[in-house]
């Protein structure tokens, strides 16, 4: 009796089916590291969302990685609380941190070009770290060109102004990058995958 | 916090593509309008949204405070200047105009996500984005919301158990990293029983999608995306 | 009816499966044990076509499972160790769904499936539950509704009770006890027999790879001490 749906039944490939794993993976540990933050000293919080994009990028390469923060974005606008402070909806895409939101699609997938040096990702073990280091930087500063001129914009505020306001928040970043670059270059038998 | 509460008014009721082509149409033409008296009688219709969805002015205003105190920040910040004059008050009056503009936005948003579960928006999603790429998207969107909760209870735990090993006491980079690692393997392990467990239950690119259905209300909820959409002709 | 036949399955050169022949017809329960590492999970894997043989063949009513790979999985249902990492959707009903949907089937066949498998794990009427507030034992019963909604032949459990308390587990072997009963082959799959060995009409017992033996559960006890799994005394249950 099964046989009926043999030929009507059009399954996704084994391939397919584990990037699309992988990247609802990433999408909501970056929703849940959204909500996570440790204080430094002075009050400025060391945030650890940036991770999932990091982790998108490296892990899942540039088309994948960049699916999986597109996920993250519609989940937000979805309803689900996964932005700063469990927010959720379109307005907080559309508002003065949406840009960081927007670039994180497009620094994941930099980060995933950079790092993999082709579309179709390769293994984790053989992740040169000066290439995943570089792969991180470019991602970074992508978040930061997208995101600073789009908070300017909507405060109303001059550029210099609004990259004034965001450098406490980026005192973190460099140790974020070396901390990313430690987990996955050299190998980690964490994160090796059959 | 701010999430779907199921109920019966008529936001509820409505087409999930149309409440979200509404939220576009309604930024499109608050971004894109000018702000007096535009932008009042945007207000007075992101108002009128929340009502529709059974959700007070209050508690909208409560759900989004952290980011209505940085739009605060806008005029108050935007006004003052390092050196004389020290204050420039039309400055604080340019992004005020400007940070007004996201609160109808917010407000709009804050009556969708009230009114719609999240599975109504992946059914939009598979209905709206065509072919495979529309039901990866589809399906990624529902599975990022199942496993939300279940990553979230992982890092819990491993906060947990890297503090009962004195976490704290240890320097910053080496608990962020200790604390990513274990979060990043775990959620990978999952990834890959998730993977086996969509191929045994035939995971395929052409299903039965979700039940979605325009009733004539909805037809008027288009159309009033589509004025919202193409208000800024008006202003040409 | 399930054929295997000389199946070899390597994994890093290693063989984990090394010439398994095996066949279990429709209807039938039988419980497959071994210790951790006998190659349990690598052999019903391959019932569902999720692994693709070195050598060797899987059938599912006489034809090969990785040629047919639909079918495999519609004859086939699997229920996962770990529930929490099977479920695809936030609410009970949703996730049942989901092999339905995929079948292509109408709206009114999906409903009518849903509410038939989550009434065989005496989950009826709660479609609309979220499946992390419920209790461990209920979403291993969810998990087996998911399964069942694909209407299979046989219902494949992979060490499905692990971590529940006796009454939860109770409550799910007595839902098993009645689809066995309306006609639905069981293959469970554990390293401790303790609670199923008195309800399977045969037990196979796998060790490195190899079907060890192949015997009636009485038979049974005395082999399956000698591949180091766990026995039910006299009297236990």
């Given at each position: ?92 895409v559309?508002?003065p ?24 990702p ?13 792969g ?55 994160l090796?995958?059959? | ?23 576009f ?23 009128g949204?929340?009502?529709l969805?059974?959700l ?12 209505l ?93 890297v ?7 240890r ?66 | ?21 095996l ?9 497959l ?13 391959h ?45 009970v ?45 209920e ?90 799994v ?8």
């Open positions: 009796m099964s046989q009926e749906y043999s030929d009507s039944v059009d399954l996704v490939n084994a391939g397919t089916v584990a990037y699309l794993s992988g990247a609802v993976l990433i999408a909501a540990l970056t929703a849940v590291l959204a909500q996570f933050s440790i204080d430094l000293p002075g009050g400025v919080p060391f945030s650890f969302q940036p991770f999932g994009v990091f982790f998108a990028g490296v892990l899942l390469g540039p088309i994948w990685g960049g699916f999986s923060m597109l996920l993250y974005l519609l989940v937000g606008i979805a309803g689900a609380p996964v932005f700063s402070n469990g927010t959720a909806g379109v307005g907080i559309l508002g941190t949406g840009g960081f939101l927007i670039s994180y699609v497009f620094a994941a997938a930099a980060i995933g070009l950079v790092a993999h040096r082709s579309l179709d390769v293994g984790v073990d053989d992740l040169p770290a000066v290439g995943v280091t570089a991180l930087v470019v991602g970074s500063a992508i978040i930061y060109a997208i995101g600073v001129p789009w908070f300017a914009e909507v405060q109303g505020w001059t550029l210099p102004r609004a990259a004034g306001f965001m450098a406490p928040f980026a005192v973190g970043d460099a140790v974020k990058i070396a901390i990313t670059v430690g987990i996955v270059a050299g190998g980690n038998e964490l090796e995958r059959p | 916090m701010l999430t779907y509460t199921p109920g019966e008014t008529l936001a509820h009721r409505l087409d999930p593509r149309g409440k979200l082509a509404v939220q149409g309604f930024a499109i033409a608050v971004f894109a309008g000018p702000a007096v008296p535009w932008l009042p009688a945007m207000l007075a219709l992101a108002v949204c929340l009502l969805a059974g007070s002015v209050w508690r909208a205003l409560r759900a989004y405070w952290v980011v105190v940085v739009l605060s920040l806008g005029p108050v910040l935007g006004a003052v200047t390092i050196g004389p004059p020290w204050i420039q008050p039309e400055r604080g009056l340019d992004s005020l105009r400007s940070v007004a503009r996201v609160v109808p936005v917010l407000f709009v948003s804050a009556a969708f996500v009230h009114s719609t579960p999240v599975r109504e928006t992946r059914a939009a999603i598979q209905r709206t984005v065509p072919g495979r790429f529309g039901q990866l998207l589809g399906v990624g969107v529902a599975l990022t919301f199942r496993f939300i909760p279940v990553v979230r209870e992982d890092l819990r735990r491993i906060r947990e158990a503090l009962a090993r004195g976490g704290e006491r320097p910053l980079r080496d608990r962020a990293g200790r604390i990513t690692t274990l979060a990043l393997a775990r959620s990978m392990a999952r990834a890959d029983r998730l993977s086996v467990a969509l191929q045994a239950r035939c995971f395929a690119w052409n299903p039965t999608l979700p039940r979605l259905s325009f009733a004539p209300v909805d037809y008027a909820v288009l159309a009033l995306a589509a004025g919202l959409a193409l208000s800024p002709l008006l202003w040409l | 009816m399930i054929t295997v036949r000389d199946l070899v399955h390597e994994f890093d050169g290693e063989r984990v499966l090394d010439g398994v022949s066949t279990i017809a429709d209807g039938e329960w039988v419980v044990a071994g210790p951790n590492g006998s190659g349990k999970t690598t052999l019903v894997r019932f569902n076509a999720l692994l693709e043989p070195d050598d060797g063949e899987v059938q599912i009513g006489g034809v090969p499972a990785a040629e047919n790979p639909v079918r495999a999985r519609t004859s086939v249902g699997m229920v996962f160790q770990s529930p929490r990492d099977q479920f695809v959707a936030a609410t009903g949703a996730d049942v769904a989901f092999g339905p949907e995929n079948l292509g089937l109408d709206h009114d066949e999906i409903d009518r499936r849903v509410a038939e498998a989550l009434g065989a794990v005496n989950m009826a009427d709660r479609e609309e539950e979220r499946i992390d507030e419920l209790s461990g034992g979403q291993a019963r969810v998990a087996i509704a998911g399964a069942l909604a694909m209407e299979p032949d046989h219902l494949v459990l992979d060490e499905p009770f692990t971590g529940l308390d006796w009454p939860a587990r109770r409550s799910a072997l007595q839902r098993l006890d009645t689809l066995a009963a309306d006609g639905t082959g069981i293959v469970f799959v554990t390293h401790d027999v303790r609670d199923v060995l008195d309800r399977a009409d045969r037990v196979v017992g796998l060790e490195s790879g190899t079907v060890a033996f192949d015997l009636p559960p009485d038979d049974a006890r005395q082999r399956l001490a000698e591949i180091d766990r026995v039910p005394g006299p009297g236990a249950g």
